[in-house]
């Protein structure tokens, strides 16, 4: 009924239904609920399964074991017969931090107890969060796997093995595949593709290429199955010159566990002797002349197989005229190293710049118009297979060829109102496979220099139309292949034209994992559902060429080595419960000389009880390629933005070598100061100052419509965090009411119409401090992830047009190219087409590790502190979001210089459940806001160098103490690559990368010392023209209160009123402010002193102000003013300063006469009939028109104040005492003056 809560249950019932071997059928109904005979229902006691196996595991003849998935994570939850039809209870089997689909039990390790395979879908993290507690988190981009939980023989399981798979296996088969009728059972897997929200497999090349694994399966074996030497380089992991680590790994593979065994693992490091190395040509073919096959014996014959329809598309290409195909002229598609203007350009089609003969899988047609259209069709499945190569014999082996690709797509999707979304894509692929008995078909690893320079995006041999769309989304969005991240498609194919994997340009493809063997290498095309020349619709023909050969040639080699190989053996056992899956390292340490080639190999010998020989070595070749890379990693002592004492401070700067091979390098550190200017902004325009605390200016920050974000100050708060007012989106201590909820989006804190048209700077710093506390999860890996968050972007006005972006980064020219991108392909112009170097940037954010490595663009936590940002405005990297077509943003580099700009907070949680108000978390806010322009001038450099600093070898250097006085400063710290020495190893070197060669840091030094703010005297006592005197009341005192600023150091300290007689220089009076008052760094407090009211008629006396330590030392500056004082005096002028009041002084002082102006600002305190009884008349002088406004007007309200009915009656009561009051009036009427109708009367 209504509004009433059913419970939905479990899905977990296993319901059997008997065969009727009688009647040999099956009942005719079933309905659930009833007890119907030869029907049974058995609850699993799971909340949800996908699938769910059955077997005879013990060989009785009936079925013994029911199998589910527990809710599709992480356990197998099975239910075992006690007799034919009767089940136990459930029992758990962990197969691993997986969610699988798919299940099959049986018993593999013949122990007559079941086993669990489960293809598994995706990777489970378990994470910890920001509020202490721990959630599972899974991901779609963590390679999959197939899980094998074995028995124990004693009612349990064992750790789970796991073997690797293709993207996302789906489906399992057990059987004997491989050796005699008593050896273990093998595992068949198959692969599908699945759409998960957001993400799709077939957007990714494990997605597109198909394949089944098979998985040979083994009782006992003990395998060699990896090896790594350390340390490498940063970037491409390369071996260099020196004492070097290798270490190899031996893993139980077998399913049982080993006990009592025993084997040799003999260890060989043997140095290639290239002169004496054989290289024989196996296979060579440049289609223009006879093909060369003497080194193949009877092989290296072609087929071609087109696996669909038979009729192969691979032929002969020897017509060498360019195809001028007239279409689609303006559509622009991306080539994998640039742009191109439109399909029909001459450089996009095979035959441009090839004039040879070369193998191409396409063809040639005529459309209705009577063009004719190179380009290929669509659904082919065509392979040209180079059969029986003959590779025996051999130690390693190579390819070399030139590839032709040219590739389309077809995408399939949805629109959601606001645009197209690509759902699913058949990519257009071209791919290059070996075939071998004992592995199968294989892709081949990338040539290194060729993944480098972007030929082979995939690190494979298999290329696709949608590798444009791909390599975007991985180099300028940061996801993986496989995300939904825009709108449509970023290009609809992709033009790679003729690639040389040679020797001598991108490097060969590397066979020698095939070494020994006899192989198949299979040049394969696969076409989607729309080619480029087959469309009925000839408008949409392309004209894609598709895939091409040529100048094939493949070798091997028989390799020599140089005597006296480096040689370990060591006894492996006997082992004791190592379990499957379970693995231990033997290292070895090695000498490694710089271009020269190891064979590294690691055999198991002694193991004839092993079953599994294939797996018992591993053999290897390396060529150590020295690498260069001094860095900065981080510069000690000063953080930007930071704020810190005036001293002497030691410069300090920890350096470490990137690279690969020892190497030495010097140390420079430049020290700049500077003196900021101010930047302005807001409306009206004014100093860019935001600190929260309401001024004569205003506030400076907008918000968005109906904000959720407030200023707060911290009055309620036990522990204080700014000290002060402080924009927060959340609140600093009452969460539980005004704390940040769910699903808060777009609350954004604006500084609006910062004013960067008219710069004359080197920069200008946005610089504010932060205090964030937010939900997010840590994974085991100590990577974090924000739930809740607040990023920067940027809405500025430049040139006549309005832009918008989302701040990623700041980049530092550290090469001074003045861009952050790479000249990738060196003719020395970089354009907006060419890759990022990350390692100019800078991310703004918050760590994304718990060991405060690699930050977000975002702010979420500030580890309970008050942090401080320093972020330079004319060099940012953004994503430019001014486009409403969100698949044409773009990550560039850019400067603010020249614009008006409005810079954003903006604060967003999401819907989890997790936030301020259900979990205390205090939220982001935001203080001290403040926008500078500086101009920098060195002030001191000093070096230092370090020598033979090996890879990975990070240590502090301290180049020099510099002492610092109050100013800005900016720390240039760079490494000194020098290669121009003769008889180094890196003379003529390049460094690997210049850009990661220096930090930067810019930080304010201020004095230690308490700062004395100015007390509130009457301006007058410092008149050029004529100095006030003060009036003496028996009653009335005069107050001087000031507030005081602590320096950079938390104090204690005194504060002290000093009058002396400046007669005689003697002191009339010494008073202190009260205990002493403990202060925060930058802490400010008032201050105010016990009036005194001794002072003697015309004498003139000096007041002083200051500081001192709680022990007496003195501290901070001196604040003082002089005043004489009277008990009678002349005239009192009420009036702000004016040329009249000016004009005014100047009459009394001819006079000689003596006066005190009272501004509208002091009335408060001195517009009292008390004092006014020492003067003999009242002056009123003519106001200026916007001064004698009414305030509701914009003026500054002078008769308003004075028309207010108290001093009135003061002004009136002076008259009726014999006082005279002089009112100069000008044509303002009686709006301002009043006439006692309607508007009260003023004067």
């Keep these: 009924s209504t509004g009433q809560v059913t419970n939905p249950g479990n899905d977990d019932n296993i319901t059997i239904i008997e065969y009727d071997c009688q009647l040999q059928n099956y009942p005719a109904t079933y309905s659930y609920g009833t007890n119907q005979a030869n029907t049974h229902v058995i609850n699993m006691g799971v909340d949800i399964t996908e699938d769910f196996s059955i077997a005879d595991i013990s060989g009785g003849g009936y079925i013994d074991t029911i199998a589910v998935m527990d809710s599709n994570l992480e356990n197998v939850s099975y239910k075992q017969a006690t007799a034919q039809g009767t089940f136990g209870a459930s029992k758990l089997a962990y197969f691993g931090p997986y969610i699988s689909w798919a299940i099959m039990v049986t018993d593999l390790n013949g122990d007559s107890e079941p086993d669990f395979v489960n293809p598994t879908i995706a990777y489970q993290v378990n994470t910890s969060d920001s509020s202490g507690g721990s959630t599972s988190t899974f991901f779609l981009s963590f390679p999959t796997t197939v899980q094998v939980t074995l028995s124990d023989g004693a009612g349990g399981h064992v750790s789970p093995l796991s073997y690797p798979a293709s993207r996302r296996p789906s489906a399992v088969a057990v059987g004997q595949l491989q050796g005699g009728p008593n050896s273990a059972l093998d595992l068949v897997v198959g692969h599908t593709n699945y759409n998960f929200g957001g993400w799709r497999d077939n957007f990714g090349w494990q997605g597109q290429y198909d394949s089944l694994t098979v998985v040979e399966m083994d009782n006992k074996d003990l395998a060699v199955t990896d090896f790594e030497i350390s340390p490498t380089d940063r970037f491409f992991g390369l071996v260099g010159e020196g004492t070097r680590n290798i270490n190899f790994t031996v893993t139980n593979t077998g399913m049982d566990t080993l006990n009592g065994q025993t084997a040799d693992l003999d260890v060989e490091l043997k140095i290639v002797d290239e002169v004496n190395s054989t290289n024989s040509t196996v296979y060579a073919n440049d289609w223009d002349s006879p093909e060369v096959k003497t080194g193949c014996g009877s092989g290296c014959s072609w087929t071609f197989e087109e696996y669909l329809d038979g009729a192969t598309n691979w032929h002969l290409e020897t017509n060498h005229s360019q195809n001028d195909d007239d279409y689609t002229y303006g559509v622009r598609e991306t080539s994998m190293g640039g742009y191109f203007t439109d399909l029909s350009a001459p450089e996009v089609d095979a035959n441009f710049v090839n004039p040879t003969n070369f193998m191409w899988a396409g063809n040639v047609k005529t459309n209705t118009s009577g063009d004719t259209w190179s380009g290929y069709g669509k659904n082919w499945d065509d392979a040209m297979v180079l059969n029986d190569v003959d590779l025996t014999g051999a130690d390693r082996a190579f390819m070399s060829v030139e590839l032709f690709r040219h590739l389309g797509l077809g995408a399939l999707g949805n629109s959601d109102g606001t645009g197209f979304i690509v759902g699913d894509v058949w990519d257009d692929l071209a791919i290059i496979e070996v075939g071998s008995e004992e592995t199968g078909w294989n892709l081949i690893g990338c040539p290194q220099q060729a993944a480098v320079e972007g030929a082979c995006p995939s690190g494979a041999s298999i290329w696709g139309g949608f590798d444009a769309d791909r390599t975007f989304k991985t180099d300028f969005w940061g996801y993986s292949p496989e995300n939904i991240v825009y709108y449509g498609l970023y290009s609809p194919g992709s033009f790679y034209g003729w690639d040389n994997f040679t020797e001598e340009d991108l490097g060969v493809f590397d066979l020698s994992f095939w070494a020994g063997e006899t192989v198949d290498v299979r040049f394969r095309f696969r076409t989607g559902f729309t080619g480029s020349n087959t469309d009925d619709n000839e408008s949409r023909w392309t004209g894609r060429d598709g895939y091409a050969v040529d100048n094939l040639t493949i070798w091997k080699q028989t390799t020599a080595f140089l005597p006296n190989p480096q040689t370990l053996s060591t006894t492996i056992g006997p082992l004791s419960n190592l379990e499957p899956g379970q693995e231990t390292v033997t290292s070895i340490q090695a000498d490694l000389l710089n271009d020269t080639t190891y064979r590294i190999s690691a055999i198991i010998s002694n193991n004839a009880w092993d079953e599994q020989s294939i797996n018992d070595d591993i053999i290897a070749y390396t060529t150590p390629f020295n690498l260069y890379d001094p860095t900065v990693e981080s510069i000690e002592n000063f953080n930007p933005g930071g704020l810190y004492a005036e001293g002497v401070f030691d410069i300090g700067v920890v350096t470490n070598n990137y690279g690969n091979t020892p190497v030495d390098f010097g140390i420079e550190a430049t020290i700049y100061s500077a003196t900021p200017s101010d930047v302005y902004c807001g409306t009206p325009s004014a100093v860019c100052e935001e600190t929260f605390e309401a ?289 180094k190893p890196w003379f003529n070197d390049n460094e690997l990368s210049e850009a990661n060669n220096i930090e930067r840091v810019i930080f304010n030094v201020e004095s230690v010392n308490i700062s004395i703010g100015k007390p509130n005297f009457l301006t007058c006592l410092e008149d050029q023209t004529l100095p006030c005197v003060l009036p003496i009341d028996s009653a009335l005192t005069h107050d001087w209160d000031l507030t005081v600023k602590n320096g950079v150091l938390a104090g204690d300290y005194k504060f002290f009123m000093e009058i002396t007689d400046m007669s005689d220089g003697s002191q009339a009076h010494l008073v202190d402010a009260g205990p002493a008052v403990s202060l925060e760094s930058q802490e400010k407090t008032p201050v105010s002193f016990t009036p005194w009211n001794g002072w003697v008629d015309g004498t003139t006396y000096n007041i002083s102000f200051y500081g001192q330590l709680a022990d007496g030392t003195a501290t901070g500056n001196v604040r003082s003013f002089t005043a004489t004082f009277a008990d009678r005096v002349d005239v009192a002028i009420l009036s702000d300063t004016s040329s009249r009041t000016t004009a005014i002084k100047q009459d009394l002082a001819i006079l000689g006469m003596s006066y005190t102006q009272f501004e509208i600002n002091d009335w408060n305190t001195y517009f009292d009939a008390g004092w006014f009884t020492h003067y003999d008349k009242i002056v009123l002088p003519w106001q200026e028109v916007l001064v004698a406004k009414d305030t509701q007007f914009g003026g500054d309200g002078y008769y308003q104040y004075l028309g207010e009915p108290a001093r009135r009656t003061v002004l009136e009561n002076f008259m009726s005492a014999g006082g005279t009051v002089q009112a100069h009036l000008g044509p303002l009427g009686s709006q301002i003056y009043g006439l006692d109708q309607g508007l009260s009367g003023r004067l």
């Design 695 to 983: 001024d004569q200016d205003g506030f400076r920050y907008a918000e968005n419509q109906q904000p959720k974000g407030a200023v707060y100050d911290e009055s309620t708060c036990t522990t204080p965090i700014f000290s002060s007012n402080a924009y927060w989106f959340g609140h600093p201590c009452d969460t539980g009411t005004l704390g940040y909820d769910d699903a808060w989006a777009n609350e954004t804190l604006t500084i609006p119409k910062i004013d960067l048209t008219n710069m004359s700077g080197d920069f200008v710093s946005l610089n504010f401090e932060y205090y964030a506390d937010t939900f997010y999860t840590i994974d085991q890996n100590g990577d974090v992830d924000p739930s809740d968050y607040a990023a920067m972007t940027v809405d500025y006005a430049k040139n006549g047009a309005n832009y918008t972006g989302l701040v990623f980064a700041q980049w530092n020219d550290y090469n001074e190219d003045g861009t952050c991108r790479n000249d990738d392909d060196g003719n020395g112009i970089v354009n907006a087409t060419e890759s990022i170097d990350v390692t100019e940037l800078s991310y703004i954010g918050d760590p994304s590790n718990v060991d405060g490595s690699n930050n977000y663009n975002v702010f979420f936590n500030s580890d309970e502190l008050v942090n401080t940002a320093s972020i330079d405005l004319t060099h940012l990297y953004i994503q430019n979001r001014s486009s409403p077509d969100s698949s044409q943003w773009r990550s560039e580099c850019m400067s603010l210089e020249g614009s008006v700009v409005d810079v954003n907070f903006e604060f967003q949680s999401d819907d989890d459940g997790r936030n301020g108000i259900n979990d205390g978390f205090k939220g982001i806010g935001f203080n001290n806001i403040t926008l500078q322009e500086y101009t920098f001038v060195q002030d001191a450099v000093y070096t230092s160098s370090r020598t033979n600093v090996d890879a990975e070898e990070a240590a502090t250097t301290v180049l020099a103490s510099h002492e610092f006085f109050a100013g800005v400063y900016r720390l240039d710290i760079k490494t000194v690559f020098d290669n121009t020495t003769v008889g």
